[in-house]
């Protein structure tokens, strides 16, 4: 069902407006049925024209600029020349995706920052300060970030600096606007997870998450999640790196996305947007045998969300069963599969490079 959560994420970014205008050292304090606002100062800026909107002017400009973001995210993975109607087809027939369902039906900001970000990386060379959006889309929500490791590992120095520059004016603005709410997130609101919900949920498809319900831990997943999360930095950005400078750019970013999906301590299956240009990215590397049966295979897991079939809700998912834990990681198992796609092909062009120097 399209709308079950009746925009909930939508109302809570408006209360962050609304609290901004009336008591802006209170951004903090404001509650939504329970709801916090757990977003950079920066973002609840953002969301005051829409907390000035009668609620259904706002519900109707949001959803539309939903739509569009998911206009420009196919554009631009499958291709700046892809004809509208068949665009227009591919775009419609993605609202089925649970990630894609899931930012619609809460009001979710996610496939516009995805939208702002591939733009930003990916769109036309010749647009002036590129990386300016990559720093906004930081500043509204903190997971773009982790591409700033995909500008350093692509030695984009000028992109860089100005990714850099414009998310540190978004920290500022937030410092001006309500001085005791920014000092009260950057040094302590920023580091408490369980601000945003329950970390065992299985809607959370991190590694975290993962290692939680394996393991039945609430507190996370420590040292092992550390050693995951060193390993996927590392790994990942020797990827994207390699990907970059082999012209394979949209897997690169792609890639960039999945370690900050997998490396987050929460992850929510709306954040996994980034199923679509991870999916076409490898589409794209698969020989004509297997491009059909992977892309009804790939969009057809963010279709079902197998996520959803073991018990959840009331950390239910801690004493999943072994079958529970493959259908509940479903995300999670995707996305190592799509990187080992990945990282053959990467290995495959380098040995045949090797065999071609001798």
């Known amino acids: 069902m399209l709308w079950q959560h009746s925009l909930v994420d939508l109302k809570v970014y408006r209360l962050g ?7 802006a050292s209170a951004l903090y304090d404001a509650r939504l049925a329970g709801l ?70 809460f009001g979710q900001v996610n496939l516009m920052l995805c939208a702002l970000v591939l733009y930003d990386v990916l769109g036309p060379p010749t647009r002036p300060a590129r990386g300016i959006w990559v720093g906004l889309a930081a500043g509204v929500k903190l ?8 500008l350093v590992v692509t030695r984009q ?12 004016v978004t920290v500022l603005v937030g410092f001006v606007v ?31 998450a993962f290692l939680i319900r394996l393991t039945g831990d609430l507190d996370g997943g420590g040292l092992v999640w550390l050693v995951l999360v060193a390993v996927t930095v590392g790994g990942g950005l020797w990827l994207t790196w390699k990907l970059w400078f082999k012209g394979e750019r ?3 970013v792609s890639v960039t996305a999945l370690i900050g999906l997998l490396c987050s301590p929460v992850s929510w299956s709306h954040h996994w947007v980034w199923a679509i240009p991870l999916g076409v990215a ?6 004509r045998k297997y491009k059909i049966a992977f892309a009804i295979l790939w969009f057809g897991v963010f279709t079902v969300a197998p996520i959803w079939w073991p018990p959840n809700h009331d950390n239910r998912e801690l004493d999943w069963s072994f079958g529970e834990q493959f259908t509940g990681n479903a995300y999670l198992i995707a996305a190592l599969v799509a990187v080992m796609i990945l990282v053959r092909d990467q ?4 040995r045949r490079r090797g065999i071609g120097r001798r």
């Open 282 to 287: 490898v589409i794209a590397r698969l020989t």
């Open 347 to 350: 290995l495959r062009s380098n």
């Open 36 to 105: 916090p606002f757990t977003y950079p100062p920066f973002a609840a800026v953002v969301m005051v024209p829409f907390a000035l909107m009668p609620w259904p002017v706002a519900v109707s400009v949001w959803t539309l600029g939903t739509f569009v973001s998911l206009i420009v995210v196919w554009r631009i993975s499958a291709g700046w020349e892809m004809a509208s109607p068949v665009l227009l087809a591919v775009v419609a027939g993605s609202l089925v995706l649970e990630p894609v369902r899931e930012t619609l039906g």
């Open 178 to 208: 309500t001085p005791r709410g920014a000092t009260e997130y950057w040094t302590s609101l920023v580091a408490e997870t369980t601000r945003i919900g329950g970390l065992a949920f299985s809607s959370n498809q991190s590694w975290n």
């Open 17 to 23: 407006g609304e609290t901004l205008v009336e008591q």
């Open 143 to 150: 997971t773009p970030l982790v591409f700033f490791g995909l």
């Open 157 to 168: 120095w000028k992109a860089l600096a100005y990714a850099s520059g414009s998310f540190a």
């Open 250 to 252: 949209l897997a690169a």
